[in-house]
Nanobody, 113 residues
Framework: QVQLVESGGNLVQTGGSLRLSCVVS??????????MGWYRQAPGKQREWVAR???????DYADSVKGRFTISRDNAKNTVYLSMNSLKPEDTAVYYC?????WGQGTQVTVSS
């Protein structure tokens, strides 16, 4: 059974940085041959797409995070990362890792003003 576990969320000040991790367990083949995505959901708002990385390493970003966030993956570790710089209060949300129809439990990122 494939499971996704996020970590790395924290409380940071505006302008700070964080790196989120998502470890995929259960199938090395599934991870290395699929696109991975990060989404976020702020209180009272719908979940929104943040970034995705293809199995070959190509990355795409939402306009709101472009130039500040970087998605990467380590297939040897079954892990996808989201490096977040120049954080803003509007980045405050629960961040979720996604693989196909599978989701992690989320990790809270709070950016104080």
């Amino acid at each position: 059974q494939v499971q996704l576990v996020e970590s790395g969320g924290n409380l940071v000040q505006t302008g700070g940085s964080l790196r989120l991790s998502c470890v995929v367990s259960g199938s090395i083949f599934v991870f290395s041959h699929n696109d991975m995505g990060w989404y976020r959901q702020a209180p009272g708002k719908q979940r929104e797409w943040v970034a995705r990385i293809s199995s070959s390493g190509s990355a795409d970003y939402a306009d709101s995070v472009k130039g500040r966030f970087t998605i990467s993956r380590d297939n040897a570790k079954n892990t996808v990362y989201l490096s977040m710089n120049s954080l803003k209060p509007e980045d405050t949300a629960v961040y979720y890792c996604n693989l196909g129809l599978r989701w992690g439990q989320g990790t809270q990122v709070t950016v104080s003003s």
